[in-house]
């Protein structure tokens, strides 16, 4: 099983993000910190980053016509693409919603996902740790 690990916009700058919201990490530093959890849980992983949505959505289409499972932080992408749920909605294994901070917690925009109704699940709020998590998650869902 290989996972498609999948980052949104603004992500690869995390270093110059708010640090009281997404901690003190640059990308470099995300990129690490999955392949660690990965390598740990015995899992092959691929971690893709775009700020485009179109690039997004096709990178969508290849996970979903080779069934790769998806850990997927779609960034303010979550908030109103419709066009990346439907993308979502399209593929044939799991895919995980994953989120650095809690966006409930946060301003009122960030309280809706377009994106967690097609979705396994969300997991949000556990900084860098969000991504172990659906690490995990995904290891037993494709069981
Ligand atoms: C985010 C939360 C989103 O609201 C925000 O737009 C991001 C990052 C997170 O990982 O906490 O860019 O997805």
Redesign the pocket.
Same mark, same amino acid.
Do not use: D, E, M
């Given at each position: 099983m290989k996972i498609l690990v999948l980052n =949104?916009?603004?992500?690869a700058r995390l270093d110059l %993000?708010e640090k009281s /919201?997404?901690g003190d990490y640059s990308y470099a530093d995300l990129e690490k910190a999955v392949i660690g959890f990965a390598k740990a849980e015995n899992v092959e992983i691929e971690i893709k980053q775009s700020d485009s949505e179109t690039e997004l959505i096709q990178l969508l289409h290849s996970a979903a016509d080779n069934k790769v499972p998806v850990v997927f932080? $779609? !960034? !303010?992408f979550?908030?109103y693409s419709y066009a990346i749920r439907d993308a979502v909605a399209m593929l044939k294994s799991p895919i995980i919603e /994953?989120?650095? #901070?809690? $966006?409930l917690s %946060?301003e009122e925009f %960030?309280h809706t996902s377009v994106i967690s109704g097609v979705v396994n699940g969300t997991i =949000?709020g556990f900084g860098l740790d #969000?991504y172990r998590l659906a690490i995990i998650a995904m290891k037993n869902l494709v069981k």
């Open positions: =949104g916009p603004n992500l %993000r /919201v997404y932080n $779609p !960034a !303010a979550t908030h /994953v989120h650095i #901070s809690n $966006p %946060r %960030r =949000g #969000s």
